[in-house]
């Protein structure tokens, strides 16, 4: 079945440190690809997607791009801020489309001044 | 608040009672997902439901648990003789439709279920 491996946390930068949290996934076909946030006291949201092989999804700095050849879509930022602190979480769509998604475990962002 | 409301944010139950967790959506949102995350995993997909219909069970254990979405009134959850295994935080999400727009869930704070 889909599953996503997520790189553990948590992870703690200074402000204006590059990120990379990565993601691995196993799937059958051809699924779209997710990074959720979760900013303390708040819910899950969307922060951005990629539906085919080499899209790249953005917002907010933040970016990741589906590589289908090594089953990757890690998540980078070139400078990172305190507002930054959160837990990510990287999903995977069913195939076929659909809102039931499989997530990784999270990993815990905390960015210091 | 226009967002998706879950309540209680935190259920404290002893072994054998029962639990029932609540879910508004957010307006306009007839779609209702609930996700579960145990200790040091990540959500799991646990059903899928429309307004009076179950679309997706397959995540739910097949014993104590059970869900609705009537038409009017929040989504429930409701986990009958709880173990100490059913601690976990308990996701909703809605959306405004279900095929189409993959992905774009958007989800409450959390339910958190402790079972002494």
């Known amino acids: 079945g889909n599953s996503v491996t997520q790189m553990e946390g948590p992870v703690t930068l200074s402000e204006e440190a590059f990120l990379t949290i990565n993601c691995t996934y196993t799937a059958t076909g051809y699924p779209s690809l997710f990074w959720y946030v979760q900013y303390p006291g708040e819910g899950l949201q969307l922060l951005l997607k990629?539906?085919?092989?080499?899209d790249k999804g953005s917002n907010k700095g933040f970016e990741a791009t589906y590589r289908k050849e090594t089953t990757s879509f890690h998540l980078e930022k070139g400078s990172v801020q305190v507002s930054d602190s959160a837990v990510y979480f990287c999903a995977l769509g069913a195939t076929g489309g659909g809102n039931k998604l499989t997530f990784g475990t999270g990993t815990q962002l905390k960015v210091e001044l | 608040n226009a967002g998706v409301m879950q309540n209680p944010r935190h259920l404290v139950r002893r072994r054998g009672q029962e639990a029932r967790l609540r879910c508004s959506p957010m307006?306009?949102?007839?779609?209702v997902y609930w996700y579960r995350q145990l200790p040091e995993e990540g959500l799991k997909f646990m059903v899928y439901l429309q307004k009076e219909n179950i679309i997706d069970e397959s995540g739910m254990p097949k014993e104590r648990f059970s869900a609705e979405f009537p038409k009017e009134g929040p989504s429930i959850l409701r986990i009958q003789q709880v173990v100490r295994g059913d601690s976990a935080a308990y996701f909703c999400?809605?959306?405004?439709?279900?095929?189409?727009?993959?992905?774009?869930?958007?989800f409450g704070e959390g339910s958190r279920l402790t079972v002494l």
């Open positions: 307006k306009g949102h007839s779609h």
């Open positions: 999400a809605s959306s405004p439709r279900g095929q189409g727009r993959a992905g774009e869930l958007f």
């Open positions: 990629a539906t085919k092989a080499d």
